[in-house]
Nanobody
């Protein structure tokens, strides 16, 4: 199993940047595909980005390409989400998740979830 703890959320103005971190427990972090999801009030949870086990493959929601960057440091058991040019519609709780297996696909089931970190973008 793996436990996930997100950090780095907060309040930022439109156009600003934030970097979210997700620290994972366990010695097999590099064997997991990692992902970020978000859920805005009154909306369903949506996929943001994912990264393969080595970091060599990244995947993004089409609407977020160019503004968000996912990365990972397997030596630190940590995955990151760099968010730039933030907009009020990016306001949501952001969740880190882990999936067994090395590569992402839209049908991938993410088995482990963090508690989430709030991101609020003010206009």
């Amino acid at each position: 199993q793996v436990q996930l703890v997100e950090s780095g959320g907060g309040l930022v103005q439109t156009g600003g940047s934030l970097r979210l971190s997700c620290a994972a427990s366990g010695r097999t972090f590099s064997s997991y595909t990692m992902g970020w999801f978000r859920q805005a009030p009154g909306k369903e949870r949506e996929f943001v980005a994912a990264i393969s086990w080595s970091g060599g493959n990244t995947y993004y929601a089409d609407s977020l390409k160019g503004r968000f960057t996912i990365s990972r440091d397997n030596a630190k058991n940590t995955v990151y989400l760099q968010m730039n040019s933030l907009k009020p519609e990016d306001t949501a709780v952001y969740y880190c998740a882990a999936a067994v297996g090395r590569y992402y696909s839209p049908r991938k089931v993410f088995d482990y979830w963090g508690q989430g970190t709030q991101v609020t973008v003010s206009s």
